[in-house]
Each structure stands twice: as C-alpha cells, then as structure tokens.
Nanobody, 114 residues
Framework: VHLVESGGGLAQPGGSLRLSCAASGFTFSNYAMSWVRQAPGKGLEWVSTISNRGGRTYYSDSVKGRFTISRDNAKNTLYLQMNSLKSDDTAVYYC????????RGQGTQVTVSP
C-alpha cells in the first residue's frame, strides 16, 4: 500500500484548500477510503470516508458542510475539498485505507492562520 498526499499549505480563515492522495499497490476501486488528521499534540481524528465507488460519503460533525470528499477511480486518486477553513482545522492530513488511519500516507500539513 502506497499513499501520497499533496495539496496542503497555509490558508487564511475562511479560505479553501484541496488535498489529493495518489494511491498505488492495491486495487483502489475495491476499497472505501478515508481522510484522518492529527492536530498538534492530539491523536488521530477521523474526518471523512467515501465508499469504494463514491456513492456514499460520511463526515465528522466538525467538518460537515465545509469539506467534500471525492475520488477518481480511473486515476487512483482521493480528494478532499476544504472550504470555510478554521484555525481548528490546522493539522497534518492523511489519506487512509481504513477509517482508523492504521494504513495511511506520510501526510500533508494544513495550517490555517491569518
């Protein structure tokens, strides 16, 4: 399993970022995929999950209505569109093959600050 996240960076409160995750080493279209995050000094937090074909999506209460998860199975790529960013969204974001984040990539840093 190889997962490589990209798209993180610095954003202002209220701004947007789009994260991508390139997957390889397994049959991407067979698996639900998730995003998890880890804020400074805190444990892993589940953010969102999408079913293997993309028909079902799930979000934590903290991001519902602001973040959108999607996938392109033809490109083996997972996405997370993040809008209306808040300082509490500052974290390292990981894409994961499971909702617990036990199989995840190296992460991409998202910092939300004025």
């Amino acid at each position: 399993v190889h997962l490589v996240e990209s798209g993180g960076g610095l954003a202002q409160p209220g701004g947007s970022l789009r994260l991508s995750c390139a997957a390889s080493g397994f049959t991407f279209s067979n698996y639900a995929m998730s995003w998890v995050r880890q804020a400074p000094g805190k444990g892993l937090e589940w953010v969102s999950t999408i079913s293997n074909r993309g028909g079902r999506t799930y979000y934590s209460d903290s991001v519902k209505g602001r973040f959108t998860i999607s996938r392109d199975n033809a490109k083996n790529t997972l996405y997370l569109q993040m809008n209306s960013l808040k300082s509490d969204d500052t974290a390292v974001y990981y894409c994961a093959k499971d909702s617990m984040g036990s199989e995840r990539g190296q992460g991409t840093q998202v910092t939300v600050s004025p």
